[in-house]
């Protein structure tokens, strides 16, 4: 996906990522073509996105140290985790849920296209970048908004937002159900935008 002597693959191998980890999991050939495409266009993205939030984990940690500097180990109570550790392992997990969201298109390809699928990682990035407590938040408030859990759609609720929702294709219920995604997603972005302005304003007050 990228060249090992190239900044950004240095950037992936430094992170442990292999060419496996970056590519599609699909054993039907037109789907593995798909994903590896879009893969291979978003990862750029990804990637600068991916650099762009070490300065923001950084202070996150900070901020949090106490918290972020211990986390559960098997074999005692806690064991202290570096900030360095902190951040890499963030902006890991960050990586492999922008790959893992242009996955398992089985179902959607041929129906959605690039765009659509972009459109749904620039969503997922908003989100992703958001820090865990933040994110965890989002999910709360978004329940208590909308009373059910984000992503999951019943037969009920798809027939109360979609006129003549009984009558759609298989087609047309799969791309009703992305819609239904890409605006869980971006609803969860933007309460964690919201959350996370608070958060840094009830911060600053303190200080004051």
Request: no cysteine.
């Amino acid at each position: 996906m990228f060249s090992e002597d190239s900044e950004n693959g240095r950037f992936m191998n430094a992170l442990g990522f292999t060419k496996f980890d970056l590519s599609s999991r699909s054993r039907i050939p037109e789907v593995k073509n798909f994903e590896n495409k879009i893969i291979r266009r978003i990862l750029p993205f990804v990637v600068e996105e991916a650099k762009n939030m070490i300065d923001d984990l950084g202070q996150n940690y900070e901020e949090n140290r106490e918290a972020y500097s211990q986390t559960e180990n098997i074999f005692t109570d806690f064991s202290p985790q570096s900030k360095e550790s902190y951040i890499k392992t963030e902006i890991k997990s960050f990586i492999e849920a922008m790959v893992d969201s242009q996955r398992n298109n089985e179902e959607t390809i041929g129906i959605l296209d690039e765009k659509d699928k972009v459109i749904e990682l620039v969503a997922m990035s908003k989100y992703r970048r958001l820090p865990k407590n933040i994110r965890d938040r989002a999910i709360n408030k978004f329940i208590d908004e909308n009373q059910r859990q984000p992503f999951k759609y019943s037969e009920e609720l798809m027939n109360s937002t979609f006129r003549d929702y009984d009558t759609f294709s298989d087609e047309e219920k799969v791309v009703a159900e992305y819609n239904m995604r890409l605006k869980d997603l971006q609803d969860l972005g933007g309460i964690g935008e919201i959350l996370k302005s608070e958060e840094a304003k009830f911060r600053s007050s303190l200080r004051n």
